[in-house]
């Protein structure tokens, strides 16, 4: 899902939101998810649970690794070689938030190999 935080009041966010964030279940990974949750919790939503940061995942696997952002990590990891997905405007953010989901899902699926 993409919330555009600028249309969604912090009340809503929370009564729509909050069970999914909140379910022990249901798997929360991403990459560099400490900036996420500081957002969220500014809202007023806790996520109390991550199950994974790919970012985080690839500083345990390797830790004198260079390559951090998202790009580096899709490329280097997963062979991609598409445009730089780390300095998007919002629309391209839009645009291109599947494609980056399934780079997030493919790097979380690696290094939980």
Request: proline share 2%; net charge negative; charged share 30%.
């Amino acid at each position: 899902y993409v919330i555009n935080l600028e249309e969604v009041s912090s009340k809503h966010l929370a009564d729509k939101f909050f069970e999914v964030f909140t379910d022990k279940k249901v798997k929360k990974f991403g990459y560099d998810i400490k900036s996420t949750i500081k957002v969220l919790f500014n809202l007023g939503l806790d996520i109390s649970q991550v199950d994974h940061d790919v970012l985080v995942g690839a500083f345990l696997i390797n830790s004198v690794r260079r390559e951090q952002t998202l790009t580096d990590l899709a490329r280097t990891d997963l062979g991609y070689d598409g445009p730089d997905l780390d300095n998007l405007s919002p629309d391209e953010f839009l645009e291109r938030a599947g494609q980056i989901s399934s780079i997030i899902r493919a790097l979380y699926d690696l290094q939980a190999e």
